[in-house]
RNA sequence: GGCUCUAUGGUCAAGUGGUUAAGACUCCGCCCUCUCACGGCGGCUACCCGGGUUCGAAUCCCGGUAGAGUCACCA
């Protein structure tokens, strides 16, 4: 078999060699410790919370490092392509800070290592997949569906591998009369890899490979068997083949995926061999695992679990500072210590390692965002916070004319915003947006509503209480004078001036002190939890607590 | 089924032959306290199982078990 004959009869019409684009693509020149990442998301559309975790290992390997990471759109296969998935992902990845430095741009591509888009890459591809023909170590097959599902069904009932390989790889054996006959009939052919790995060959105990992976350390794999795939019946690559040769040209160092490759990693590592390439520094993350109804634990999947995606974060409004803070606990073990330590630190000053790196799936944990959150909010100021919710409002409570009209006063929200938070021990009230509007809705009067009930230990004495409270009440004392009114007027009214008193006594007294000002909690925020009533009263005003008072006598 | 990965409390996790087996989140109790939150203190709960190696195993080896992933002209 002439194989540089069959490469030209295959890809007559590519005439550039890889020699060529080894020398447009040539070797970055960066120092030797900067690492080269890329994220290759396939256009669907679909971000999900797992691209972003691989995004940011990316992110921060080459930023840490003094490297380059860019993006680069995997769209081999066009059943999956959707309109403007490309900028939804580029936009979505830089609300959560994660910025490229080169690659696919909304407006073109930028860097010199392009085109980034893989379906424009077609000649690159083929070119390479040419070079492997013409050594031999690729050929084209002819098998049909049909031909190929019944190879299966004899594995099936002989009990072997699955896949086309060895002595089931029968386009191998083709000449080139008959290759060329095919193709003169135009019959559909793919162009499979030639694999060494061959299963048949009597004797022999299957090889072993050792792959580094910085995450997982030394892999012990069996060597590839498969005659895989390179480029479909359309001339577009497997992502397999786009992978390697991709990886190769752009000069990637170290590539960041998901550990649902790992049983593809044999074919890669042929691939790389059959080029007499260097691979890349394989990083394989761990899945982010959910818990199913049945307890067990299972991968997330877009489909199944919606609440993981990007989006949700955004629809209830998490601060991206705190998603990128879980991230990181949940990527690298040793941050939460060192966060402690360094409880104002910029994330940036953390040294990132895949060492640290959990091998195991980790559960999401909702829990722990919200705990987290709680902390990155309180160090975001007032101003910032009212910024960070105007925006959000504006994006997912446009329409909403009750929840915009928080927005007019903008001092007011702010100290709304800012009730309890600089003293020693700050509250931590602000978890995600949604949440917070819900918290803090009492103190804007076309949200404002009574939702809960007076204590029972006082509501005989409601009118009473608030009418007493109304006749004492001076907008200008102090905290203590205001509470000690509170307090006389509970005395007076028969209950405990200490709550300690009622729980040694309660048949002594109709019940203490914060039964009594709970009636006003209630009548003036609806509830019966709230910050410091005379905070919250500073800031209501003096006109709007009496129309609220009045209201209950 | 083959191959691969994983296995420490409810969750995330330190731990790499000798530890009272860290820490964080959740939960519970107490304290602080006019409610809630914050904070403080305390508590519950763990090395998947079985063999070996060793004076000594969560840690090393072997064998199970369980969970996950993957076996496409999808990525």
Known sequence: MDHKKLAELLFSHIDKTPQYYEEKYPDRGLPKEAKVTRLGPSPTGFIHLGNLYGAFVDERLAHQSGGRFFLRIEDTDDKRLVEGAVDIIINSLRFFGINFDEGVTAEGDIGAYGDYTQSHRGEIYQCFAKELVAQGKAYPCFMTEEEIAEIRKQQEELKENPGIYGKWAKSRELSMEEIEKKISEGLPYVVRLKSDGDLTKPGEEIRRIAVEDAIRGTLDMPENDQDTVILKATGIPTYHFAH????????????????????????????????????????????????????????????????????YYRNEGYHPAAVREYLLTILNSNFEEWRIENPDGDIDDFRFTTEKMSNSGALFDLNKLKDISKDVLLKISASDLYDFLKAWAEEFKARDEKVQSIFKDRAYLEKVLDIGRSEAK????????????????????????????????????????????????????????????????????????????????????????????????????????????????????????????????
């Open 244 to 311: 390697v040769v991709d990886d190769h040209l752009m000069r990637t160092t170290h590539v960041v995926r998901g550990a649902e490759w790992l049983p593809s990693l044999p074919i890669h590592i042929e691939l790389f061999e059959k080029f007499g390439w260097e691979p890349p520094v394989y990083c394989h993350t761990a899945q982010l695992m959910k818990l199913d109804e049945e307890g067990n634990k299972r991968k997330l999947s877009k489909r199944e679990d919606p609440e993981l995606s990007l989006d």
């Open 426 to 553: 700050p509250r931590k009230d602000h978890i995600y947006a949604l949440q917070m509007i819900e918290n803090i809705s009492y103190f804007f009067d076309n949200l404002f509503t009574v939702e809960e009930a007076m204590p029972e230990e006082a509501a005989s004495d409601v009118k009473t209480i608030i009418g007493k409270y109304m006749e004492s009440y001076d907008h200008c004392d102090d905290q203590s004078l205001w509470f000690d009114k509170i307090r006389a007027i509970a005395e007076e009214l028969g209950y405990a001036a200490k709550p300690k008193d009622y729980k040694k006594n309660p048949e002594a007294y109709k019940g203490h002190v914060g039964h009594v000002s709970t009636v006003i909690r209630v009548a003036l925020m609806g509830r019966q939890q709230s910050p410091d009533v005379w905070e919250i009263q500073q800031i209501l005003g003096e006109e709007r607590v009496r129309q609220r008072l009045e209201k209950f006598l």
